[in-house]
């Protein structure tokens, strides 16, 4: 058996640990934590280790007779082949799906899914519905896999498109703008309008908002706060149309269900197109808006399947695949 350092077995997985935890006689089904069944992998280390030193103690303290005997003894079984020798390898027990583990609630949800299945957008709208079983008003999300290199600068797919009936989550916006466009902006239903004052109480970090919009003519200033909004991903960018001279159109877009997506470093977009307590017609637009918006930003550079799967689901319930031919 191969050693392992112990900071080796910290870093297994269950299913490793099940692996290696059979190789020591060890029953993992016996263990339903994973630390435990940790914990008796290295007691039962010490042990053989302890077994090994008192072993050696014995064969040092062994006459040369007994020493010669097991000699012509261990020569006689190797002439009788290895295949005696070896003992039958313990089959490890395999870790149990996913679904499996999950709760009975989730079960029942992922049993009305159809295995391997495509569902058109109807369908599968009504079946993210009906598999919602949390208590609370949960979110419908998609989550679209694109055939795109994000590592590429030409192919980070990123984008805002407003969603017809919103995405259910409610935003607090934030606008930096000249004093002149105050006014303006707080009639548009910005939460928080200022110029100096604001960018005071951003400095203190008393200043609490989702979204930061600025006009172009404040950048200037606002760019003395890039360490404390950068790494809170609030900082406006033109990028994500939170820089712009219509400010207050953009607040309003904001507060009637604009939304930004991006793809993150695995080629995935990730974003929630409604709630559980929407009808299906408000889901189907939202999605479909959102869909054909990513369609629209497909980099020049891809010349492989763009749009690879998109699988939609409730809050803690189970994918369901849709059918690209179908969209």
Known sequence: MAVISESEIKKMKRGELNEYAATLDLNPDEFKKVDDLRSAVFSSLAENEKGKKSDAKDEEATTDS??????????????????????????????????????????????????????????????????????????????????????????????????????????????????????????AGADLVGHEDLLDKISKGKAEFDILVAHP?????????????????????????????????????????????????????HQIVGRASYKPDQLQENLDTLIQAVKAARPNSIK???LQKIVITSSMGPGIKLDLSKL
């Open 66 to 187: 007994k020493s010669d005997k097991a000699k012509d003894s261990k020569k006689a079984n190797k002439d009788k082949g290895d295949k005696k020798d070896k003992k039958p390898k313990v089959k490890p027990n395999p870790a149990r799906p996913r679904h499996l583990r999950a709760s009975k609630r989730y079960q029942d949800a992922y049993a009305q899914v159809e295995k391997g299945r495509e569902y058109s957008l109807e369908e599968a709208v009504e079946l993210a519905i009906k598999t919602s079983t949390v208590k609370f008003d949960g979110a419908i999300e998609a989550h679209i896999n694109l055939g795109v290199d994000p590592k590429q600068s030409d192919q980070l797919v990123r984008g805002h498109v407003v969603l017809p009936h919103g995405s259910g989550k409610s935003q607090r916006v934030a606008a930096i703008v000249p004093e002149k466009d105050a006014d303006k902006v707080k009639a």
């Open 217 to 269: 003519d404040v950048m200037k200033d606002l760019s003395k706060q890039a360490k404390v909004l950068g790494p809170k991903g609030l900082m406006p960018s033109p990028k994500a149309g939170t820089v712009t001279a219509d400010v207050a159109k953009t607040v309003k877009e904001l507060k009637s269900g604009r939304i930004e997506y991006r793809v993150d470093r695995y080629g995935v977009i």
């Open 304 to 306: 492989s399947v763009y």
